[in-house]
Structure formats: structure tokens, C-alpha cells
Nanobody, 114 residues
């Protein structure tokens, strides 16, 4: 079973930036599409960004142009660069295989507030 560990969250002012990281255990990371999800209080978890095994990306409409997902297969890591953050981006952010195949990690809290 792959284990996922997210990091990089924090409190940031509107307009600020954060870079999230996700470390995945196991040697087969490179054969899976990966994604970042988020869950705000009282809301369902939603897909934020995904990256295929060959680097093709797609994004939630509300984050297009602000967020960038990337992966480093040699390090078994996936990243989410978040720029121009807005209060509505506040949520716990999780990574997982694109089809949510693995158990969820603990997530990392992102709070955007002045």
C-alpha cells in the first residue's frame, strides 16, 4: 500500500504563494497519474489539479492560471505551486492517485486570510 505525506501548507495573506509537496512511498509511483484534492470545512473534497504519467495537466477552473502541478518521478514526489491565493482557496489539501486508489494522508492545511 502506498503511503502519502503532504507538506508545505500554512497561513498566507491573499495574493501570496505556497508550494505544497507530496511524498509517496513505493517504487511504482511513476506509472500512476497523480492529483491534488482539497476539502474546505462543510464541503466535499474536490479535485484541484492532476498530472498524467507523461506530464499532461488539468485544473479546476477556479485555479487555472494560478496553480501549477508537477511531479518528480525520481523522487516519488508531486508538487502544487499556488500563486495569487484567495480566501476561497482555504482548505485541507491532499494528494492521491488520480482515481483515489490509495488511502488518504493527513493532508496539509492552507489558510488564506488577511
Amino acid at each position: 500500500q502506498v503511503q502519502l505525506v503532504e507538506s508545505g501548507g500554512g497561513l498566507v495573506q491573499p495574493g501570496g504563494s505556497l508550494r505544497l509537496s507530496c511524498a509517496a512511498s513505493g517504487s511504482i509511483f511513476s506509472i500512476y497519474a497523480m492529483a491534488w484534492y482539497r476539502q474546505a470545512p462543510g464541503k466535499q473534497r474536490e479535485l484541484v489539479a492532476a498530472v498524467s504519467t507523461i506530464g499532461i495537466t488539468n485544473y479546476l477552473d477556479s485555479v487555472k492560471g494560478r496553480f501549477t502541478i508537477s511531479r518528480d518521478n525520481a523522487k516519488n514526489q508531486v508538487y502544487l505551486q499556488m500563486n495569487s491565493l484567495k480566501p476561497e482557496d482555504t482548505a485541507v489539501y491532499y494528494c492521491n492517485e488520480r482515481g483515489q486508489k490509495w488511502s488518504w494522508g493527513q493532508g496539509t492545511q492552507v489558510s488564506v486570510s488577511s
